[in-house]
């Protein structure tokens, strides 16, 4: 791929205005000025479709989520509002474990039908790849029920990854026990299955460990696990040397990274995933988003969407955080929902680009791209198209 995500600038996006792209078998065939295609190529089109002159962006990848869950957690919400933390909550029961309970009592087909109908929402934003992430059945049985409804989700392009080490389940003492537990008997029977593309952890105080997160990669890495981490989100842990140290493909957070972390995260190969709802709703502080960019580092943005900390799947607001909260430029914002989130999920090589050989995923926008991540709710997608196959709008 000639674009690496890295200072981004406005050429490096795959805007397109007045060109054919031409999709066979859900793939990039051809892009370029209609006169120029081939008598040859054009006999073999079955089918046109006219965008009437709108511009057509890659599809936008939500490239970290938690949307398989069950249950609410508006009371927590009116908690913290009133100033108890998130790690209070947490402590007392609430928090992820409050969804841990709600999961665990949903049917698979339960979880699958609320998650798909949570993809109508991203499609109609034009999101044509989503990650998702278990972590909240945290026993063998929930754990593995959450990953068959990601398998499960249809439509869109999904990436699975398996939370276990996201909480301490009621059933554990301590972290080490569950840590040992997870390694032992969940991560070789979803390995087993087949049921997740990667691992990842929560590093923080009062939840794991780097020495955790270490054993926890060790044993990913063995079963051909790729790994990332939920890292320096509420404090500075130095989670993101355990990650780097196994080939992290994204650093997830970031927002307590000092200078020298900066500097490393940003030097590495890991695309940071920064997640500007989570901090609007968490009120903590936004990470770095200027020096990690400035420094050469490759920023992905996502709406980390759960039923806690970041209770929105809209990319406008998405957007408009990274623009006025992160000072990221509108061609940042749009490099961070493609080409930066296809390297956080180390498919660079398929998705976030219009051109030959990539997947037919795009999105067609109602006018120029300085509408986009601009007023909060308003977020002008006409059509979504993934694989080259209309998921939504008309044209
Ligand atoms: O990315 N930080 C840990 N996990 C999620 C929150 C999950 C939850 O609160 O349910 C996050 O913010
Ligand atoms: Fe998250």
Redesign the pocket.
């Known amino acids: 791929m000639k674009k690496q995500g890295r200072k981004v600038d406005l050429s490096d996006l795959d805007l397109k205005k007045n060109v054919c792209i031409v999709v066979d078998q859900g793939k990039i065939k051809w892009v370029g000025k209609q006169d120029k295609i081939s008598k040859e190529l054009k006999k073999q089109i079955k089918q046109t479709i006219d965008v009437k002159g709108n511009t057509v962006l890659p599809g936008f990848i939500d490239c970290?989520t938690?949307m398989v869950?069950a249950g609410s957690?508006q009371h927590e919400f009116e908690l913290r509002n009133q100033g108890v933390s998130?790690q209070e909550i947490?402590k007392q029961g609430g928090?992820?474990g409050?969804?841990v309970r709600a999961t665990r009592k949903a049917s698979l087909d339960h979880l699958t039908n609320l998650a798909q109908d949570r993809v109508k929402k991203h499609l109609s934003q034009g999101v044509t790849t989503v990650e998702v992430?278990s972590?909240?059945g945290l026993s063998l049985k929930d754990e593995i029920k959450m990953l068959k409804a990601i398998k499960n989700i249809k439509k869109v392009n999904t990436v699975s990854t398996f939370?276990g080490p996201?909480?301490l389940p009621k059933e554990f003492n301590d972290h080490q026990t569950y840590i040992d537990y997870v390694i032992d008997k969940i991560l070789p029977a979803v390995s087993k299955a087949q049921l997740a593309d990667r691992v990842d952890i929560?590093i923080?105080k009062g939840?794991f460990t780097p020495t955790q997160a270490d054993q926890y990669f060790k044993a990913a890495k063995s079963f051909n696990l790729g790994c990332i981490a939920?890292t320096e989100?509420?404090s500075l842990q130095n989670g993101y040397k355990t990650a780097l140290k196994y080939d992290a493909v994204s650093l997830?957070?970031v927002i307590e990274l000092d200078k020298a972390g900066i500097k490393t995260v940003a030097k590495s190969k890991s695309t940071a995933i920064l997640?500007p709802i989570?901090d609007f709703y968490?009120k903590t502080n936004y990470p770095n988003a200027r020096a990690l960019i400035d420094q050469g580092g490759r920023v992905a943005i996502a709406t980390?969407y759960?039923?806690?900390?970041?209770p929105s799947q809209d990319l406008s607001l998405l957007g408009v955080l990274s623009r006025l909260e992160m000072k990221m430029k509108l061609h940042e914002v749009i490099s961070g929902l493609t080409v930066g989130a296809a390297f956080a999920l180390n498919k660079q090589n398929q998705i976030g680009c219009i051109d030959i050989g990539y997947q037919a995923d795009f999105c067609v926008i109602d006018g120029d791209v300085g509408d986009l991540f601009y007023q909060i709710g308003h977020h002008p997608v006409l059509s979504t198209y993934v694989r080259g196959v209309r998921h939504f709008g008309k044209l």
């Open positions: 970290h938690h869950f957690r998130y947490n928090g992820i409050s969804t992430k972590g909240y939370l996201h909480s929560f923080e939840f939920h989100q509420l997830d957070h997640l989570a968490l980390d759960n039923p806690g900390s970041a």
